[in-house]
């Protein structure tokens, strides 16, 4: 298969935890028999300093999709989304490597999100796009039958691991074993939050709703800096800004829940919403 025009290694599924873990978003899902009523869950917690976000829908080239954007009010970018064919794309940054090295490595292809929300329909076609990712990163992507997550590396490598029935997570730091040299940085909060988001997938017998992924973007328990809701122990480091979920299921467009603030200030004054797929994509 054609993957983002690059060489895919192999990943053992094995789940792998690093002694170190970087800062940032935490990406998370549920498929198949693990949802109520069948199809994907995927959630994004969107950690950074605190900046102007906004929700928008856009055109592209075959479909409309749903996006957060974040920034300052005259430049924001694309952080993620969810297009009326289904399919939903995520990104997280890879703090594991400090930002000069990954800058060196390749930061082209800022377009990529757009690409693959505007073009793809589903899980399988985003992979085979030959889409260019640019340089270090992560990706979840999900439509009503799998889960996904990509890991782009260094020397024109990707690694990917596909779900169809259970959970997927992730968060700042590498987990592919042949990614592991490029866990260069301490990076506390990324291991405590990536473990406290298995034990809360795991601690639920009964199928999830979208509800319940939701709950668990608000988990608070590692204290302000390392929880998966992180208050931030200081007014201008990283805190979380938004979450955004969505619920696939097959036959009918996506739901969204989704909690953001849209001033830097606002944190405490989120706005709080959920849309169905009817009214999202009329």
């Not at 619920?247 to 405490?268: A, C």
């Amino acid at each position: 298969m054609h993957l983002f025009s690059r060489r895919i290694l192999p990943v053992c599924l094995a789940i792998w935890l690093p002694a170190a873990a970087a800062w940032g978003c935490t990406l998370f899902g549920a498929q198949g028999s693990r949802v109520l009523g069948g199809g994907s869950l995927i959630v994004k917690n969107r950690d950074w300093r605190p900046e102007y976000q906004e929700m928008r829908m856009v055109q592209g080239p075959l479909y409309r999709y749903y996006g957060i954007y974040g920034g300052t009010e005259n430049k924001m970018a694309l952080k993620g989304g969810v297009n009326e064919a289904g399919l939903a794309v995520f990104s997280a940054a890879a703090s594991s490597i400090p930002r000069k090295e990954r800058l060196a490595m390749g930061g082209g292809s800022k377009g990529a999100l757009k690409k693959l929300l505007g073009s793809c329909a589903t899980v399988e076609e985003a992979l085979a796009s030959g889409t260019d990712l640019g340089g270090p990163k992560f990706l979840m992507l999900a439509d009503a039958s799998e889960l996904a997550w990509v890991e782009v590396g260094d020397r024109d490598q990707v690694a990917v691991r596909r779900v169809s029935n259970g959970s997927l997570s992730h968060t700042n730091f590498y987990l592919s074993p042949g990614f592991q040299r490029l866990n260069l940085k301490e990076t506390v909060s990324a291991r405590h939050r990536y473990r406290r988001i298995e034990e809360l997938l795991e601690s639920q017998q009964t199928p999830y709703i979208l509800k319940d992924l939701m709950r668990f973007s608000q988990d608070r328990t590692e204290g302000p800096d390392n929880s998966i809701w992180r208050l931030g122990s200081r007014p201008d480091g990283p805190q979380t800004l938004a979450s955004f979920g969505v619920w696939l299921h097959p036959g009918t467009r996506p739901d969204v829940f989704i909690k953001i603030r849209y001033s830097p200030e606002d944190q405490g004054q989120e706005d709080v919403y959920q849309l169905d797929g009817a009214h999202l994509f009329p």
